[in-house]
């Protein structure tokens, strides 16, 4: 009997799933998660993604008890664990899907070596994290990516993808004990966000479904709409792989001004993937050395991550942050400038913030996108500040989105929730601006 594993990592689902769908067809499958002591050990173990990945793996193990099998569960080093499943049950072949940070790398390096050494094959399938492979779009230079977003967005609108696939139909288990579904304290200590929503590839099916629906019709002209919070809260699924980005693409229709809106967003996504695959060390290093002197200013910082700052428009994203554990994409925009831009505090710090409280941070986007804000990384203006003042007239005119988020400005009416500082006497309990910005 032909026997294969497949390697769950960020692609938690059974549907447009290349990995899952190339072991059904070969013959019996395990379908394996690894709670990996390497990643749990390190900043992408929070109470939030715990919550989160718990949820997505108990759909997860729903889905596949549908098609007939189950999710079987370890926890360890992952390739002393797929090493020992596939040894267990007689494997010739383990399904990995591709991914691009350094660390994703080092297992799949580390996999195949083990592998290898056993007489046994890794084979590792593009597609399933990103709508495109990273070397799929690469610019006529012959440089290994794109630096510019706009150029690559051109050319990835012109690339070729599969179409989606169905839903693998009877993949056999072999005998194996499958293990405990993990409960969130079990792969992580501490409580989530009191508003986190959590789930998996049913949930994030549904939300999809009421998003093609209608609401995606609006995103060009109301995503940066705060109050509206017209975006599609689709992003936790897209990082934890219970969603398909291929598939979301697929079933956008780019010939509509709101569908071309947010296929430009996944279009992002791709791009901070194949500049993550093509320079591994902007994780954490400047892509663009500006010799830039940040600040050590630990108490600007402070009030930054708590929403203190005196400016209702930053303050209200970083409580909804903590809330929620997600904030709109506009939102993410103005706190990040006001922390590297007015404050002058290094994008590392507030990237670290972020990476800890967002259930939907990877290394990919949540870094590559700070350091657009920074200046540091991709953006055609390195100089851009954006006026949290302006943004804040411009992306919540009636003040309703900080009075949501800020009860200490509740009783503003209009744009003066935006200016607590001209009340007389200021606001009670609410602090005064710690910098001061053009139009206060």
Not at 126 to 132: F, G, K, L, Q
Request: charged share 25%.
């Amino acid at each position: 009997m032909n026997v294969s594993v497949v390697l769950f990592t960020r692609d938690l689902r059974v549907r447009d799933n290349p990995a899952l769908s190339a072991g059904c067809r070969a013959g019996a499958t395990v379908p394996l998660f690894v709670l990996d002591d390497a990643i749990l050990s390190g900043r992408s173990a929070t109470p939030n993604r715990a919550a989160f990945l718990a949820a997505a793996l108990a759909e997860l193990d729903g889905e596949l008890r549908a098609m007939g099998t189950r999710l079987v569960v370890r926890r360890g080093s992952v390739v002393a664990e797929v090493d020992r499943v596939a040894e267990q049950v007689g494997a010739n072949t383990v399904h990995l899907a591709a991914d691009v940070s350094a660390y994703s790398r080092r297992r799949e390096s580390a996999l195949r070596l083990r592998l290898g050494e056993r007489g046994r094959e890794l084979r590792v399938h593009e597609s399933a994290v990103m709508t495109v492979a990273p070397d799929a779009v690469t610019p006529s230079t012959g440089r290994d990516h794109f630096a510019v977003f706009t150029p690559y967005f051109r050319r990835w609108q012109q690339v070729h993808r599969r179409a989606p696939l169905s839903r693998p139909t009877g993949p056999a288990l072999p005998p194996i004990a499958a293990g405990e579904l993990p409960l969130a304290a079990d792969i992580c200590a501490g409580e989530p966000s009191p508003k986190l929503s959590v789930g998996g590839e049913r949930t994030g099916r549904e939300l999809l479904r009421e998003w093609l629906s209608g609401p995606i019709g609006q995103y060009a002209a109301r995503g940066d709409d705060l109050p509206a919070d017209a975006t599609s809260h689709l992003s936790p699924y897209l990082h934890f792989g219970c969603l398909s980005a291929a598939e979301i693409l697929h079933r956008t229709d780019t010939d509509d001004e709101g569908g071309l809106a947010y296929a430009r967003q996944l279009a992002w996504r791709d791009f901070n993937h194949q500049l993550l695959a093509a320079r591994p060390e902007a994780a954490w290093r400047d892509y663009h050395d500006r010799s830039i002197t940040w600040r050590d200013d630990p108490n600007a910082a402070r009030a930054w991550c708590e929403g203190r700052t005196g400016y209702p428009i930053i303050d209200a994203g970083m409580r909804q942050l903590r809330a929620e554990g997600w904030m709109p994409g506009r939102a993410r925009l103005i706190a990040a400038s006001f922390l590297a831009k007015t404050l002058r505090v290094d994008w590392r710090t507030g990237a670290e913030h972020f990476l800890h409280w967002l259930v939907d941070a990877d290394i990919a986007n949540n870094q590559l996108n700070w350091q657009w804000a920074a200046g540091t990384g991709t953006d055609t203006r390195p100089n851009r500040v954006l006026n949290p003042l302006r943004q804040a007239e411009r992306f919540d005119p009636d003040g309703t989105y900080v009075r949501r988020w800020v009860p200490e400005v509740a009783h503003l009416e209009g744009v003066a929730a935006h200016r607590p500082w001209r009340e007389k006497g200021g606001v009670a309990g609410y602090p005064a601006p710690i910098i001061d910005v053009a139009g206060m």
